[in-house]
């Protein structure tokens, strides 16, 4: 499929998951993709063989982000770095709190701040943000993160709404269990992860991720995708909690 008239592409939080599965689609679909994240070599691995050009930076450093948006128009822009860490609110640090807030909230706003200018300048162009299923449906011991990701539900939805009269189109994506290294971080271990979230689940994989985005950006230009909701098959959200008075504290 091609992808309109699209060359350039930004993918912040490359390096793995999500992230390198839409790099390398976005670059197989011919574009040349700038590709963000912390870890040097995974992004040298992923620029192997494919038109990415690897920026090893935290997403959250507002002026290496600037310097890098200074010198390139792209035209898809991915916003999907993003982090999360499994516990109870009050279990959780203040600097857990500012820390996911800087780079699932923060760093989204600004960088959308700064691409903006140009992709309304030329009038043409595709926002993809990655939020989640959390970010709209309640996900206990994960208030921190869904509070983020529903930051970025209704960021998506005012930002189409703001853009409606130009041809930048904005998509969201909100995944449901992916596998990726995000659980093993979340948990601070991998194999607890693997262990208590995949074995014995059919989960999704990156592709099937990187796959709606491409679907959404190779649509033709007078569809928007505005969001779309992606869920293992055997994952299902909503239901009813209710303890039982002997179990209250
Ligand atoms: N996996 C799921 O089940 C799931 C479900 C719903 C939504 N999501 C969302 O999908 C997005 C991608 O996550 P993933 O599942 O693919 O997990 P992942 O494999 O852990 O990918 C996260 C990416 O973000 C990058 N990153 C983290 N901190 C960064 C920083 N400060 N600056 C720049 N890059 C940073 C990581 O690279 P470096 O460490 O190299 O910087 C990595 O490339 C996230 O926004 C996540 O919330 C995931």
Known sequence: MALNDYR???????????????????????????ALARRADRLAALAEGHSVVPHALDATDDSAVAAL??????DVVV???GTS??????????????GQLALNVGAVLK???RVLPGLIARNRGHIVLIGSVAGVYPLAH??????????????????????AKTRIRVTEILPGRVRTEIHGRSLGDPEEAR??????FETLEPEDIAEAIVYAVGAPQRVNVGVIEISPTHQAYGGNIFAPSASQP
């Open 111 to 113: 960088t959308l701040q």
């Open 79 to 81: 916003l999907n770095a």
């Open 8 to 34: 350039v592409a930004l993918v912040t939080g490359a390096s793995s998951g999500i992230g390198a599965a839409a790099t390398t689609a976005l670059a197989e679909h011919g574009l040349t993709v700038h």
């Open 69 to 74: 948006l200074a010198g390139i128009e792209p």
């Open 85 to 98: 860490k499994a516990g109870a609110l009050h279990e959780l640090s203040a600097a857990d709190v500012d």
């Open 142 to 163: 994960s208030t921190l993160y869904a509070a983020t990701k529903a930051a970025i539900h209704t960021a998506a939805l005012s930002l189409r709404a703001e853009l």
């Open 195 to 200: 262990r208590r979230l995949f074995d014995g």
